[in-house]
């Protein structure tokens, strides 16, 4: 594809500004270039193109079915777009919340963000929430060191391990070891579940806390998970819970319910605002009682009918500068508050049928990688293609020509060639079976010729990409 740089033709502008009817005025020396910024010269439509163009070299979720594992990847409705675009939200500059005289302009948001932590902390079973983290690892991190906090305050200078279960999701271990602690690695059974004699085994009075999510990340309900929590709370660790899976029980059980003292919600999985790529995001952290005290701060606190700023007591302090994605929170709170109680009760029914659906329907030509009911997602391992000379790369790269962005492949780490298929609630029975078709159609293909997808995708702008190299060299068509 063209650059934009090529298209640069002398003096083309995309805008004109008009004459200037205020008098000049000298800019500081330093703030002066001292050479041309080198941007190209283009018409407003040689950008539109140009971007439009760029766009749709991509696979999103507006455009294809994206059943990436683990990743919860639905429709964001627009009217969530509608309302965050709503002048009140966008042209609300943040600096407003520090001046005592601007204060009555930010009530609105300032009553968004408490009702959203509102309705989280009701989701999920915990005391209070903070908005603030900006992803599921950075909430991840929140959460962890609020349970360092704690610890410190009771004294409990000996607890320096956090238990974790092998199929977790890498950020868990990263997040608890910048947090300060101890990474212990539990081993999964066979049938996907946390080896609870590993965990009682492991469990001491040296342990500060256990990691995990609930359905886990092989996409099963964790069978023992009450004694899970009893277990740790005897020994005065506090149970973690990574929300990423939280779309697949929404109104049928809370973590808190559980026995979780912290966790992160993922609002942009679950809560259907977009992402991909690196943001943004909005990874708040929820606590239990007795965490309270240590939130990030300043929270929104309402008092007397209006909304003020407190910082907790024993604060850790910010984790990100005003409320984290503010706008997320919009966007996360008009879909909460348009599903409603029932709707988002659906929205977990219709993500475990579908995920269900989808195994029912490959389980004969994929072997399935647990013999329990799956939740929300469906895993697969491709071994025995594999084994033949396909690998779960080959099928990922074969979708692309099929027209689905591939699942997720080779996570979690517990699962051989594992594919890890999370449709989500959002599509429709015919997109769930054109999609299966071409799973079978690939799986067919490979009974008759293992070395078919080799040099897949064929229709894509760019081939097979070297996946390490094109990730730090982004201009490489390897
Ligand atoms: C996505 C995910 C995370 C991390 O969330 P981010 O928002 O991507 O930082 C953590 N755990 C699991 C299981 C996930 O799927």
């Known amino acids: ?28 020396r330093d703030l002066l270039r001292t050479e041309a910024a080198g941007l190209p010269e ?9 971007f439009t163009r760029l766009s749709q070299l991509n696979f999103g979720i507006d455009s294809h079915f994206y059943p990436l594992g683990s990743c919860t990847m639905k429709y964001n409705p627009k009217i969530a777009e509608a309302v965050a675009a709503l002048p009140g939200f966008a042209e609300l500059h943040p600096h407003l919340s520090s001046d005592e005289a601007l204060w009555a302009h930010c009530q609105g948001a300032f009553e968004v963000v408490y009702e959203v932590e509102e309705l989280l902390a009701e989701i999920a079973g915990m005391k209070a929430v903070c908005l603030q983290p900006i992803a599921g690892a950075h909430g991840e991190l929140a959460g962890t060191l609020l349970m360092a906090a704690y610890h410190r305050d009771k004294g409990h200078t000996h607890k320096k391990k956090i238990i974790i279960p092998d199929s977790a999701h890498g950020t868990n271990p990263a997040s608890a070891a910048i947090a300060g602690f101890d990474i212990v690695e539990i081993p999964s059974t066979p049938d996907g579940a946390i080896d609870f004699d590993a965990y009682t ?21 964790e069978p023992r998970i009450l004694e899970i929590a009893a277990l740790a709370h005897k020994h005065d660790a506090l149970l973690y819970y990574d929300g990423a899976n939280l779309n697949a029980i929404m109104g049928e059980c ?28 909005c990874g708040p952290v929820g606590v239990s ?41 919009v966007r996360g709170y008009a879909y909460i508050r348009h599903l409603g109680n029932e709707g988002l009760k659906d929205v977990s029914r219709v993500a475990v049928l579908n995920a269900n659906y989808i195994h029912a329907r490959l389980k004969h030509a994929y072997t ?12 697969f391992t491709a071994a025995a293609q594999a084994q033949k000379g396909a690998r779960a790369l080959d099928i990922a790269k074969a979708l692309l020509d099929e027209g689905y962005h591939a699942p997720t492949v080779y996570f979690p780490l517990t699962v051989k060639e594992s594919i890890m298929i999370e449709p989500t609630e959002t599509e429709s029975k015919e997109t769930l079976d054109a999609f299966c078709d071409a799973m079978l159609r690939i799986a067919t293909r490979i009974e008759e010729d293992p070395m078919a997808f080799r040099n897949s995708p064929t229709t894509m702008p760019v081939g097979r990409l070297d996946e390490v190299k094109a990730a730090r060299d982004l201009n490489c068509v390897c």
């Open 1 to 28: 594809m063209e650059l934009i740089y090529d298209q640069s033709r002398e003096g083309r502008r995309a805008i004109t500004l008009d004459a200037l009817d205020v008098p000049e005025a000298a800019l500081p």
């Open 42 to 50: 283009v018409s407003e439509l040689d950008v539109v193109r140009h």
């Open 201 to 221: 085994a492991a469990m001491d009075d040296t342990v500060a806390g256990v990691m995990t999510t609930c359905p886990n990340t092989h996409g099963l309900f």
């Open 254 to 281: 809370r973590p808190g319910d559980l026995g979780f003292d912290v966790m992160h919600y993922n609002v942009h999985k679950t809560f259907a605002t977009p992402h991909g790529m690196g943001g943004p995001g």
């Open 289 to 329: 009682e007795r965490l309270v005290p240590y939130l990030p701060g300043p929270r929104v606190a309402r008092r007397e009918g209006r909304f003020v700023l407190e910082t907790p007591p024993r604060s850790i302090g910010r984790m990100a500068p005003f409320f984290g994605n503010f706008m997320m929170a």
């Open 368 to 379: 399935p990688a647990f013999a329990g009911r799956f939740m929300h997602e469906c895993i």
